[in-house]
């Protein structure tokens, strides 16, 4: 889906997409996204955003680090009794966030997060514009994240989780708790890199633990994973060891689906905490 950015030209945007300084900044919202944003679910968003907006707010604009498309699933299309649907919620004064649910309705698919105008503000008009505007969207971009470390949980960095076809991947979160992670390879010809990925908590409790299940796609190597167990947040980055037919690095489906035989088990001490 093309995203609308009014106050910019279009073959402007499109000219410094590729741009090297864009690179950083890029990688930084994208986790945001993935580890802070994605572990919510309908409840949690109005918990930390406060309630979602009556209408699609008129002073919005769209960051160059956001790219100028959005992927969602196609499944919506041809679901009959589908509840997706699009919320916008205020974030602060830095901006608005526009969050993307699937077709059952509570989870979230993906989000994007547009800037208010200022005084300050360069509209990108030509190329000439980058650099200043740049400057712009940093400077929001900082805000936006002090913003998350101060209304948001804090999140525990669990770091490479090694995973396999061949058998599921225990994740020991401590104090007794635990997340299953299992993987299937779903290579097509046309889909060189894909992962989704299915975390759910160990337990014997079959309601239990598909209520707990959360899932996200992998499109690139080293993508963060973000998950919520409890109102804790944890981040990980999965990891192929082999084991996927054809050997094919990169390419499968994480899926907690089973709890009775594990190869592999990691008792992993976090990292680190963003604060």
Not at 29 to 51: C, E, M, N
Not at 102 to 115: H, K, M, P, S, V
Not at 119 to 145: G, M, T, Y
Not at 160 to 177: H, I
């Amino acid at each position: 889906m093309m995203l609308d950015a009014p106050q910019d030209d279009v073959q402007a945007r499109r000219d410094v997409r590729d741009q090297l300084e864009l690179k950083p900044i890029k990688a930084a919202y994208s986790d945001i996204i993935q580890t802070r944003h994605w572990p919510l679910k309908l409840d949690g968003v109005a918990k930390f955003f406060g309630p979602k907006l009556d209408k699609q707010p008129d002073d919005m604009v769209l960051p160059l680090f956001a790219g100028d498309e959005i992927y969602l699933s196609g499944l919506n299309i041809i679901t009959t009794g589908e509840k997706s649907h699009t919320d916008f919620h205020a974030v602060g004064d830095i901006g608005y966030v526009e969050c993307f649910y699937d077709i059952n309705g509570t989870r979230l698919e993906t989000a994007l997060f547009y800037l208010r105008p200022d005084d300050k503000f360069v509209p990108l008009k030509s190329i000439n514009d980058f650099s200043k505007r740049l400057e712009w969207d940093k400077a929001k971009f900082a805000a936006l994240e002090k913003w998350f470390d101060e209304h948001m949980p804090k999140v525990t960095d669990l770091g490479v989780v090694e995973v396999s076809e061949s058998s599921p991947t225990r994740v020991d979160l401590g104090a007794g708790m635990a997340y299953i992670i299992t993987v299937r390879d779903i290579h097509t010809p046309n889909v060189p890199l894909w992962f989704d990925v299915d975390l759910a908590k160990e337990t014997t409790n079959t309601e239990e633990r598909l209520k707990s299940m959360q899932y996200k796609s992998i499109d690139r190597p080293g993508q963060s994973v973000g998950f919520s167990f409890d109102g804790k947040f944890y981040r990980l980055i999965s990891q192929n060891v082999g084991g996927f037919r054809s050997r094919r690095k990169f390419c499968g489906h994480v899926s907690a689906l089973g709890l009775k035989s594990f190869n592999t088990s990691w008792s992993l001490s976090p990292k680190a905490v963003y604060e």
